[in-house]
């Protein structure tokens, strides 16, 4: 099993930038890409960012595409979402999530899960 801690969430205004992070311990040599999700309070979690681990290939939802970077650190295996040009609809809790089933792009392939942390977007 691998373990998942985020960090970096917070309160900021529109326009403004985060950057998430999320420290991956435990059995992480059987992972093999990384996700970030988000669920909004009264909508079904979603997809926002997901990259392998070897090559650094990565995927974007078409909400956060060219304004969100998911990048990784193996030596310090961590992730990190870099959020830039932040918006309302952006608020939500935010999940990091470890697979090794490839790179996939639904919730149901991943199969350790953080905390989630909080983004909230004020206008």
């Known amino acids: 099993q691998v373990q998942l801690v985020e960090s970096g969430g917070g309160l900021v205004q529109a326009g403004d930038s985060l950057r998430l992070s999320c420290a991956a311990s435990?059995?992480?040599?059987?992972?093999?890409?990384m996700g970030w999700f988000r669920q909004a309070p009264g909508k079904e979690r979603e997809f926002v960012a997901a990259?392998?681990?070897?090559?650094?290939?990565?995927y974007y939802a078409d909400s956060v595409k060219g304004r969100f970077t998911i990048s990784r650190d193996n030596a310090k295996n961590t992730v990190y979402l870099q959020m830039n040009s932040l918006r309302p609809e952006d608020t939500a809790v935010y999940y990091c999530?470890?697979?090794?089933?490839?790179?996939?792009?639904?919730?149901?392939?991943?199969?350790?899960w953080g905390q989630g942390i909080q983004v909230t977007v004020s206008s």
């Open positions: 435990g059995r992480t040599f059987s992972s093999s890409a």
């Open positions: 999530a470890a697979t090794s089933r490839g790179l996939p792009l639904v919730s149901e392939l991943y199969n350790s």
């Open positions: 990259i392998s681990w070897r090559l650094g290939n990565t």
